[in-house]
């Protein structure tokens, strides 16, 4: 499957943005889609994830309450709905889609991956 990220941009600390993913190839429903974002000069790290129907989702810690994970099959896309933003959320961030039986919060077992949009958040 090939994904294209879109949605990032400039916004202000407590402000809203919606990423979306859009995928091409067959079967979008078959695959559980995460979001990871990865900071300058630091590691990529898992932001949500959700499963194939919809529910469940899984969120890190940081972000559990501000960050909504959701998809439409119908469309093929994902969309990751961020809201009360920090100046710690600026990141790029990338969808990814996971073909394995089970949800996870690794990267590895994310196999296809968007291009990364950029989401930076001013204080």
């Known amino acids: 499957v090939q994904l294209q990220a879109s949605g990032g941009g400039l916004v202000q600390a407590g402000g809203s943005l919606r990423l979306s993913c859009t995928a091409s190839g067959r079967a979008f429903s078959s695959y559980i889609m995460g979001w990871f974002r990865q900071a300058p000069g630091k590691e990529r790290e898992f932001v949500a994830a959700?499963?194939?129907?919809?529910?469940?989702?899984y969120y890190t810690d940081s972000v559990k309450g501000r960050f909504t994970i959701s998809r439409d099959n119908d469309k093929n896309t994902a969309f990751l709905q961020m809201n009360s933003l920090k100046p710690e959320d600026t990141a790029v961030y990338y969808c990814a889609a996971n073909q394995r039986s089970y949800i996870s919060t690794s990267s590895s077992d994310f196999g296809s991956w968007g291009q990364g949009t950029l989401v930076t958040v001013s204080s």
């Open positions: 959700i499963s194939w129907r919809g529910d469940p989702t």
